[in-house]
Each structure stands twice: as structure tokens, then as C-alpha cells.
């Protein structure tokens, strides 16, 4: 069973060269799996004597190995089988002199039991016309297992001619199984070919197995003979259509546009039909329709009045939209034909035809200031074939049918064939901002007689706004608060907020230390030391724009560094005088402010000394040496007696400073300094 496969074929550079296959693509199981090994030489000599074996792996994961013996000079055979089904792999490989080559080849082992047989033939009419909606084939299947299972299968023409391709899946118990292939009434139809189909390549496949395809149909099936008007179809049909223009009074021009439409109706009766002509814009320009007597193919031709195409005033092509034809049967096409490009010209003249569009009233300035004198226009065109006389323009502030005030009415002399003039007046807007109708009515009075009325209103809207020539206000905040030095201690986070109370607040901007102009989308941290200028500004929606402001940040976090040098231990302890040195540094420089010190100029090269004296003097320095208030020493700076005055404390008698440089009577106790960093 099954059908002959390709070779796989191991090729190198230099050595040996493997080719190995299957006697077939698939096999019954139990059956025999032959294997053949071809071994060559690069320049295409057999290798004879190699070791040549194949293991095939079944889909449990157990394998079994076979030796393929030369049958001729350079090829090897051998067989293996197996009762499991499913996708095998079987392993050749050969060894020919230290040389050795592999190559896979797959095999697939179809359960025992699966078949299949001849299809039986069934039509289905789904919305009950009378024709067949689905052409089914079902294929009845003995499957060996449960499990889920797919049939595919290709329908032909008696031409041999691909009609459609289908598959069923089916969930089927072990057994017999049906598999119905429905093929689509309407694409057999639209294929355009009846008489006897035949059904081929049927295949089913496990999917469960790997999609192993276990059985296959014998031989063809060929259907008994239909006809094609039994297949789903449109009963009526539109089958395509042609155009031309008609000059009825010998004068040159189209006074007809003529659509003939190639109907197919399969059911004879009378039928209405009914059609719109519109511009390439979708403008409808005229509407036609007529009835007929239909009775299988015929032409019927819809007839479109040249002046009112030429009163459209749009060049073609054109399009027949809409299109019904309702009868025993019924069928509505939304575009059914589009016609040459006609130039409008080509289409009967009309007599005096005024319009005026929306899109051709304008105010300026434009949006309107409120309370202010602006200028209305409206274009106005003939386009007809003949000249008018004077007539009039009025416009009106609200709808003239319902109220409307009138703002001026303005008389043209007149106005030449197919030809415009742009109409002026001034008009002070209301006081009050908002949208407002203004209508512009042509020929009012009817002092015109013209080919159609329906075109000489129209609306436009003007809105009134208020004038801004403010800019927004922009404020700034900054978190947390500086100290009373105006110097901050922590990361600041900065927040600009934006007010435009009247055309409203478009964007904000900020600049940090001058790297450009950044738009400004939320709060943002500053947490470098140092000075910073910070510039803001915004503007509003109608370009009005804030003069920048500017704001210093000044941030320090670093406390500063104090030592005390020149008063050793060993100093504190003898009688003569001790002359201290207390020395702040800092990564700014410091200068005296307060009790304290603030950030000054840029600082002098080393550490800048504050105090140099006596001991008994440094009572004087300050308690918390620091560059400026909230940058301390992390302790404070506290007095140390020596161990010399802790004992006269004791009511030990001091000697007499030999130096002569204490206090008086020498009983002053020595000191030192202490600042806990």
C-alpha cells in the first residue's frame, strides 16, 4: 500500500556519499518497510563492503535496528515492519573505512482496519428556491480508532477542469464513520460547466497520528449528470451595460445620457426598474425609471435629461446608483454601471439656472470679533445657457422661512451665460460669541425665470469669537521650601501652572541653565548642587506668548568639614598656653554670615582659617560652626578640661603657669575643642 517516495540523499565534499528511502510513503501495519542505501564515491564510483544499518524509531519511542546487505556494488537493502501506527523514523547508517554517513527517512505505518468507500450523492436547498445550495458527497470511512479524523477531497469538471477543493473534520468513534463533502452550489455555478463531476484525491488523515493519512480512495468517483441552472444562482441578473448620448434637436448637444443594462431574468414578466445618475462627487443629477416585459436576456435602457446634467455642472464619468428592478423577482445593485467621461459642456444648454453653494459664502475676518464690522461675500453663478436680467441677493441672519432678520440685499444687474460674480456687504456681528446662520437667497421675487429654483438658498456658519491678545500667566512652585537664606537643602521639585482666561492655555515651557527651550508636561526634580536659573513661558491657543520669567534655585546638601589643629593631646596637658586652629572647608566657599557662614565667592585655593588665639578665647567662636544655617556640624562643639584642671577641681593645688601667659593667679583650667562630625 502507499506510493513510492523521494531518496534522501546525504552529499560531502571528498568521502562518501549516503542516499537513502522508503519503498513507500506509507504501509499497512505488520507490513513490510523496505529500505534501500545507496553508497558512492565524490566522483560517482559504488562503495562496496560498508556497514550499513537503519533503526527505526516507532512513535512509543522503542526502536528496533535492521543490517542492510549489498545486493549490488554500492547498494545495500534490507526491511523492517511494524504493528503500531503512526509517523516512523528510520535512521540508515554506514560505515566504510573510519568514513560514516546517516541519513533519516520517514515512514508512515496506517493502523490496520482503516478503508474507504464509494461516496453517495445528495443535494441541499437551504432557502428553499429551488435550487441547490450545496452539492454533498459523503464518504463513508472505517476508521481503527476513536479519535479525530480529516477527509479532503477535489471536485472536477468533465473537462478535467479544478471546480473547488474541500475537507471535513469529523470526531469518530472507532468503526464506521461518514464523512460528507458539501461542494458550493454557487461556485459550481460560476463555473460555468454542467454535465457529470468527478470526485478525486480523496485522502483521510488521524490527526491524532501525527496526521498520518491512513486511507485514500481507489479510483475517481464520477457523479451522475446535472445541469447548471440547478446550482445556485441569481434568477435575476445583471450582466453589464453600455452608454450614449443622444442629440434629439440636431443642435450638437446631448439632450439625453442613455444607459442600457444587459438583464438576465430568469422568470418572464414585467418588471420596474429605477435607477439615480450622480456626479463622480456622489451629487445626484437626475433620477429615471421604466417598465419591461423580461423574458430570459434583454437590454433595458434607462434615459437621464441632458439639462439637468448640465445643470449639475460636473464633468463625468457618471455612475448609476441604487438600481432596482422588482418584477416576480427582485435585485438591488448599489453601483451598477459608470459611464464614459462626458464633459458637461457636451449635455443640452439650459435657460437661466442661479445658484449659489455653501462652500463659496465666506466673512472676513474670519473667525468674527464680536460687535465688529465684517464682510460677507457669496460667489454667484448662471449656469445656464442664456443671459439674466437684474435680480436680487439677500442675506439674512437665521433662516428667512422661519424668521430670519435680513442683513442687506444686494441687486446684480446681471449675469451672463455660465458665467459667476462675487457678491459683498458689510455687517456688524452680534455682541455675544457663538456660531450664527447666515442664508444667501438668490432670486427671491422670481425676477428671473429660471430652470431650477431648488439651488438658489444656501447656509453657511460664522462664528463669533472673542478677540485675545493676552498671554497666559504662568506661576511657579517650588518643593520644599527654602531656608530663610533662600537656599534649599533637599531636592527641589519645580511646578509651573499655566491660566489663559479666554482662548485658553495651549502650551508651557520651560529653559534650566540655558540647554533650550523644553515643553513643560509635568513636574520635574532639580537635584544638582549648585545655582540655578530656571526661565518659563507660555502660550495660548490663538499665538499669543508670555514674556519668559526667571527664577534662581540655589541647592546645597553637602554639610561642610571642620577640624581643629595646633592643640595636641600632650599640649593640653602642659602649663603653657595652647594656641588652637579651626579650620571649615567645603565643596562651596564660605563667608561669614550671621552666627554661621553662606556660600560667597569662588573659594581661594586650600581651606580659609576662621580663628586663631588663645584658648580661653575660643569660648567665643560660634557653637555651631557651619557656612550657613541648616548646614551644621553633626555635633556640637563642647569644652574638654585637661586632666591637670580636673584634678585641681579635686582641691589639688594648681602650680603657677611657668610661661607667665595664664590668667591671673594661674588657676584657669586648660581646654580643648571638640566638634563631633
Known sequence: MGNDVDPVEVRTRGGINLTAKAGAEFVAAGDSIGLTATLQEAAGNPVTGAQVTAELYQPSGSSQTVTLTEQAAGSYTGSVSSNVGGLHVAVVRAMKDGQQRTAPVLVAVV???????APAETTRDTDGDGLYNAFVLSVGATVPQAGLYVLSGDLYDAQGQLIERQAVTVQAAAGNAAFPLAFDGATIHAHGVG??????????????LDGLSIASLDSPYTTRAYTLGQFQHARLQLMGGTDQGRDTDGDGLYNLLQVGLEVRAERAGWYSVSGRLVTPAGEELDWASRTVHLNGAGTVTLAFDGRNIRAGGANGPYRLIDLMITGSQAMVVPTAYTTAAYPVRAFQSIGADLATMPERITVNPSPAPPGASVTLSAVVENRGGDPTGSFPVAFYLGNPAQGGALIAAVTVPGLAAESEETVTTQWTTPDRPGPYEVYVVLNGSRAVAEFDYSNN???????????????????????????????????????????????????????????????YAGAFPVAAEGVHTLQFRSTDTVGNTEAAQAAEIRLDMTAPNVAITGATPDQVSLLAPVTPIVTVSDTVDLQPDGDGYRRG???????????????????????????????????????????RAAGQAAGRKRPADPGGAGPAGGQAPHRRLECRL
Open 601 to 643: 565667592r569662588p573659594p581661594d585655593t586650600g581651606a580659609r582659617r576662621l580663628y586663631r588665639g588663645r584658648p580661653d578665647h575660643v569660648r567665643h567662636l560660634p557653637a555651631y560652626p557651619r557656612r550657613k544655617p541648616g548646614d551644621r556640624c553633626a555635633g556640637p562643639v563642647r569644652r574638654v578640661e585637661s586632666e
Open 457 to 519: 438658498t444656501s447656509l453657511h456658519v460664522i462664528t463669533v469669537v472673542e478677540t485675545d491678545t493676552t498671554p497666559p500667566v504662568t506661576t511657579l512652585t517650588l518643593q520644599p521650601a527654602p531656608n530663610e537664606h533662600a537656599w534649599f537643602t533637599a531636592p527641589v521639585t519645580v511646578t509651573l501652572t499655566a491660566v489663559d482666561d479666554r482662548s485658553g492655555v495651549a502650551a508651557t515651557e520651560y529653559d534650566l541653565d540655558g540647554t533650550g527651550w523644553v515643553a
Open 111 to 117: 493502523p490496520p482496519g482503516a478503508s474507504l468507500g
Open 195 to 208: 454535465g457529470s463531476y468527478t470526485l478525486r484525491d480523496v485522502v483521510l488523515t488521524a490527526v491524532d
